[in-house]
């Protein structure tokens, strides 16, 4: 494949210096292909090309409904290539192409969705005195930055770029340094459709370029999903030039089981929460409480559908992909390693060897019972196909453990009973609670984000419109 080049200000940036970085398919550990390694100048480069893109006539003049009509036209595009960005999806990710083409579908939708809010986005008119005409104007919040990490691009990419697109701004999207090729496909569309400079796109290290965005004092907006301590260093950096952030910072989302709970339904939707995408996914399921009465027959059921599950690269039709890379493999490597004594390995828990694809990073899916819900494997997210198991023995026990850990971004509660079903979701501090279900990452329209160290603000859903607007008192004395 050939290399992948920047977009700023309507041009294609390769790489001057020789600077390139090569992208691995995790599947088989082979090269892709190779980005730009980007650096300061090009941050700079972007950022001032924002600015004269978000005042210029050519994008002013697209009205609201003619955004939407370009989001609208954006998802029928986004349909037409569903093959090949799946391809791409799973080239880059390593994900199976049933998941992968689950991905292209909801970035589609999230681009009908904010198409269908372009022109609906408005202010209000508020009574002070007769002849005072006060009102609220909505206006962009200017150049918006969108810092994408490697485990969903594509639709990370589109639920906030739709928003912020719908809402009249402009756009800056670093791709993570793993996975650009279908924020690439796209950068190609917007580039034949939008004036110059609305949509750009960098890549190159987050620690470089990206640091050099999140600093930036020309960006109005960051929108970052990614993980706590960088989300910590990109508001800090948005602090210093007193710019609002949207962080999304994964969790440690628990399934909370009841003895009346229809297992037969849990099961199924419990495993999927934890082995989508490796378990490389904000909202998994990575936590399993579970009430003791219940707790064998449940483990039980758990560990012979792991053991029925496939790891292998996509090309296999496998149930579990590989791990993105290298360091995040031996990362989960190393916690396995070290859980023995803390606990007892229920299934899985090593490397896995696949034949023919031997420099991939497969994981075993794994589930551990601890005995203290303190124990770091419950307590941190592990990003991995792993799940963490403890027991409880009451309603108001599973309560302080769901709420027991520093995040709180998604839980499941499953129980027949509307009663315990409602008073736990209602004490749970989670952004979504699900009943008798468990969406990971939820749909389109629900909103999604986090209380405590899951990240500040909401996305999807019609409220994520709010993180890129402006609002602006007008008030009008009359007098004759
Ligand atoms: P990071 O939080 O470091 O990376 C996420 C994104 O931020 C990537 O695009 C990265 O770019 C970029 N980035 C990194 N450093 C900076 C910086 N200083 N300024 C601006 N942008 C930056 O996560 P990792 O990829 O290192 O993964 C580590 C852990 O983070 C995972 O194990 C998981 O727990 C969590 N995580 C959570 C995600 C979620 O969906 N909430 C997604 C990904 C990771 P680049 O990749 O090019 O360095």
């Given at each position: 494949?050939?290399?992948?080049?920047?977009?700023?200000?309507?041009?294609?940036?390769?790489?001057?210096?020789?600077?390139?970085?090569?992208?691995?398919?995790?599947?088989?550990?082979?090269?892709?292909?190779?980005?730009?390694?980007?650096?300061?100048?090009?941050?700079?480069?972007?950022?001032?090309?924002?600015?004269?893109?978000?005042?210029?006539?050519?994008?002013?003049?697209?009205?609201?409904?003619?955004?939407?009509?370009?989001?609208?036209?954006?998802?029928?595009?986004?349909?037409?290539?569903?093959?090949?960005?799946?391809?791409?999806?799973?080239?880059?990710?390593?994900?199976?192409?049933?998941?992968?083409?689950?991905?292209?579908?909801?970035?589609?939708?999230?681009?009908?969705?904010?198409?269908?809010?372009?022109?609906?986005?408005?202010?209000?008119?508020?009574?002070?005195?007769?002849?005072?005409?006060?009102?609220?104007?909505?206006?962009?919040?200017?150049?918006?930055?969108?810092?994408?990490?490697?485990?969903?691009?594509?639709?990370?990419?589109?639920?906030?770029?739709?928003?912020?697109?719908?809402?009249?701004?402009?756009?800056?999207?670093?791709?993570?340094?793993?996975?650009?090729?279908?924020?690439?496909?796209?950068?190609?569309?917007?580039?034949?459709?939008?004036?110059?400079?609305?949509?750009?796109?960098?890549?190159?290290?987050?620690?470089?370029?990206?640091?050099?965005?999140?600093?930036?004092?020309?960006?109005?907006?960051?929108?970052?999903?990614?993980?706590?301590?960088?989300?910590?260093?990109?508001?800090?950096?948005?602090?210093?030039?007193?710019?609002?952030?949207?962080?999304e910072?994964?969790g440690?989302s628990?399934?909370?089981?009841?003895?009346?709970?229809?297992?037969?339904?849990?099961?199924?939707?419990?495993?999927?929460?934890?082995?989508?995408?490796?378990?490389?996914?904000?909202s998994?399921?990575?936590?399993?409480?579970?009430?003791?009465?219940?707790?064998?027959?449940?483990?039980?059921?758990?560990?012979?559908?792991?053991?029925?599950?496939?790891?292998?690269?996509?090309?296999?039709?496998?149930?579990?992909?590989?791990?993105?890379?290298?360091?995040?493999?031996?990362?989960?490597?190393?916690?396995?390693?070290?859980?023995?004594?803390?606990?007892?390995?229920?299934?899985?828990?090593?490397?896995?060897?696949?034949?023919?694809?031997?420099?991939?990073?497969?994981?075993?899916?794994?589930?551990?019972?601890?005995?203290?819900?303190?124990?770091?494997?419950?307590?941190?997210?592990?990003?991995?196909?792993?799940?963490?198991?403890?027991?409880?023995?009451?309603?108001?026990?599973?309560?302080?453990?769901?709420?027991?850990?520093?995040?709180g971004l998604v839980a499941?509660?499953?129980?027949?009973?509307?009663?315990?079903?409602?008073?736990?979701?209602?004490?749970?501090d989670s952004g979504q609670v699900?009943?008798?279900?468990?969406?990971?990452?939820g749909?389109?329209?629900m909103p999604f984000g986090g209380y405590k160290?899951s990240g500040?603000g909401r996305e999807?859903?019609?409220?994520?419109?709010?993180?890129?607007?402006?609002?602006?008192?007008?008030?009008?004395?009359?007098?004759?």
């Amino acid at each position: 494949m050939e290399n992948i080049q920047m977009l700023i200000d309507g041009q294609w940036v390769g790489s001057e210096q020789e600077q390139w970085i090569d992208v691995i398919n995790p599947a088989s550990g082979e090269l892709i292909t190779q980005i730009v390694r980007g650096n300061e100048k090009h941050a700079d480069d972007a950022v001032q090309a924002a600015r004269k893109a978000l005042k210029s006539k050519e994008w002013k003049s697209f009205k609201p409904f003619e955004r939407g009509q370009f989001l609208q036209e954006t998802a029928r595009y986004i349909r037409a290539n569903a093959e090949e960005l799946a391809k791409l999806e799973s080239i880059d990710i390593g994900k199976p192409s049933a998941q992968a083409k689950g991905d292209i579908e909801a970035a589609a939708r999230y681009f009908e969705f904010y198409a269908g809010l372009a022109d609906k986005v408005f202010g209000d008119s508020i009574p002070i005195e007769e002849d005072l005409l006060n009102v609220t104007v909505i206006e962009p919040i200017g150049v918006t930055l969108h810092i994408v990490p490697w485990n969903y691009p594509i639709q990370i990419t589109a639920r906030s770029v739709a928003a912020a697109i719908a809402t009249g701004n402009v756009v800056i999207v670093k791709s993570s340094e793993d996975t650009p090729l279908t924020t690439n496909f796209l950068a190609k569309w917007f580039h034949e459709k939008l004036p110059k400079g609305v949509f750009q796109h960098l890549t190159g290290y987050g620690a470089e370029i990206g640091s050099a965005l999140t600093s930036h004092s020309g960006v109005n907006q960051i929108t970052f999903t990614g993980s706590v301590p960088t989300g910590i260093a990109v508001m800090k950096s948005a602090a210093n030039n007193v710019v609002p952030v949207t962080l999304e910072l994964g969790g440690k989302s628990p399934n909370v089981v009841f003895k009346d709970a229809d297992l037969e339904r849990a099961v199924p939707v419990i495993v999927n929460s934890i082995v989508q995408n490796a378990g490389q996914t904000c909202s998994a399921g990575s936590r399993l409480l579970v009430e003791e009465t219940i707790a064998d027959e449940l483990l039980e059921k758990l560990v012979v559908k792991f053991k029925t599950l496939k790891v292998g690269p996509p090309a296999n039709n496998a149930d579990v992909g590989p791990i993105i890379n290298e360091k995040q493999y031996k990362q989960i490597l190393e916690i396995l390693g070290s859980i023995e004594e803390q606990a007892k390995v229920l299934v899985g828990g090593e490397a896995v060897q696949v034949e023919g694809y031997e420099n991939g990073f497969y994981i075993s899916p794994t589930i551990i019972e601890a005995s203290d819900h303190n124990n770091s494997f419950v307590q941190e997210e592990i990003f991995g196909p792993v799940l963490s198991v403890v027991r409880f023995s009451d309603v108001e026990e599973a309560i302080e453990l769901a709420n027991a850990t520093e995040y709180g971004l998604v839980a499941g509660v499953w129980s027949k009973d509307i009663d315990v079903a409602h008073y736990v979701a209602s004490r749970i501090d989670s952004g979504q609670v699900f009943v008798n279900s468990y969406g990971a990452a939820g749909g389109v329209q629900m909103p999604f984000g986090g209380y405590k160290k899951s990240g500040i603000g909401r996305e999807k859903s019609h409220l994520a419109v709010q993180n890129y607007i402006q609002i602006k008192n007008i008030a009008i004395q009359v007098q004759l």
